[in-house]
Structure formats: structure tokens, C-alpha cells
């Protein structure tokens, strides 16, 4: 390849819309806080009478993350404090691959990730493209779309075979337990 060559592909490439342009940020930003929100509502329910009967304390508290093309930002956490055991519900952002956003749920014998999904999704679905060195795709898997008919809280398995569990009260107490008696 010249010079003029890779002169003109720079040109060419430059003069493109980025994709990063066509995405409100701001918008997605407060979507994946309201989302936050609704997520630490959900969990205070669950747990409003062993709050109400001193048997568990909730804290609110704050932390900032940072994400590429949103910047740095506010987000909430939250602890729950069971005996002498602490939990912490900590966000780590929306700009993830295969979901929308999650949340760690760190405790003393390890930690579960929530994560926001589609409704009707059960697993990470991730569009792969081989692509050889005369730009010819090889394969192409199919991905989940963008933007289902709604998101929801659900929580995801470990690797490998990462699936996704319908968060209830059940499975939420489940995974609660999960990390404070291993």
C-alpha cells in the first residue's frame, strides 16, 4: 500500500459518522440510573420487614463510575448489613457487552452479578464476525437485538455457559445467602 493509498482509506474513514454520534449518552446515562433506581426499590421491599424488625440494616450510599462516552457520574449503592456481615450492591455501569447494565452483590464468601436484560432473554447472545484477510466474513452469528420490548433485572450465572435467572424475592434471598454463607 502507498502512501496516497493510505492517504485516501484515512480520508475515506474520517468522513464517517462515528457511531458513538448517533447514541444519546446522556439519555442512556439516565435510562441505566432510573433502571439503578428501580433495582434498589425492588431489594428494599424484599427486605422491608427484617429492616422494620432491626433485623437487617440498609445503608444508601454513593460511588463514581466512569464509562466512555458518558464521563464520570454519580451512581448509588447500597449495604445491607445482616449480623456482622456486610453486603455490598454495588453498580459497575450500563456500558457492557451483552447486557445493559449490572450490578455486583458483594459479600463476605464471594459476590453474584445482576445484570439488565430483555425481558425474554436467558443467556449472553453475542454476534460474532470472522472476517479473513481479504475482508471475506467467514461466519456470522446471530446477536440479540438492541433494544427488546422492555429490561429487566435477572441474575447471571458464572462463566462459562453464563445463563440468566429470573430475580425474585426467591432468588434474590437465594443469592443474598449465597454470599454471606457461601
Do not use: C
Not at 467467514?138 to 427488546?148: M, T
Not at 450465572?157 to 457461601?182: C, H, Q, S, W
Amino acid at each position: 500500500m502507498t502512501k496516497q493509498q493510505f492517504d485516501t482509506f484515512v480520508e475515506t474513514k474520517a468522513r464517517e459518522p462515528k457511531e458513538s454520534d448517533s447514541i444519546d449518552w446522556e439519555a442512556r446515562k439516565l435510562e441505566w440510573l432510573d433502571a439503578l433506581a428501580r433495582f434498589y426499590r425492588e431489594v428494599e421491599l424484599w427486605l422491608k420487614d427484617y429492616v422494620a424488625a432491626d433485623k437487617i440494616q440498609m445503608k444508601s450510599g454513593e460511588l463514581l463510575l466512569h464509562e466512555e462516552y458518558i464521563g464520570t457520574y454519580p451512581a448509588q449503592t447500597r449495604v445491607i448489613i445482616i449480623g456482622a456481615d456486610r453486603v455490598v450492591l454495588k453498580p459497575i455501569g450500563t456500558l457492557l457487552i451483552g447486557t445493559r447494565g449490572r450490578v455486583d452483590m458483594e459479600g463476605p464468601k464471594g459476590s453474584v452479578k445482576f445484570i439488565l436484560t430483555g425481558k425474554h432473554s436467558n443467556g449472553i447472545d453475542i454476534s460474532l464476525s470472522v472476517v479473513d484477510r481479504k475482508g471475506v466474513r467467514a461466519r456470522k452469528e446471530k446477536a440479540q437485538p438492541e433494544a427488546p420490548e422492555e429490561w429487566v433485572w435477572k441474575i447471571a450465572t458464572p462463566p462459562p455457559k453464563i445463563r440468566f435467572i429470573e430475580l425474585n424475592a426467591e432468588a434474590f434471598f437465594d443469592a443474598l445467602m449465597e454470599v454471606v454463607n457461601g
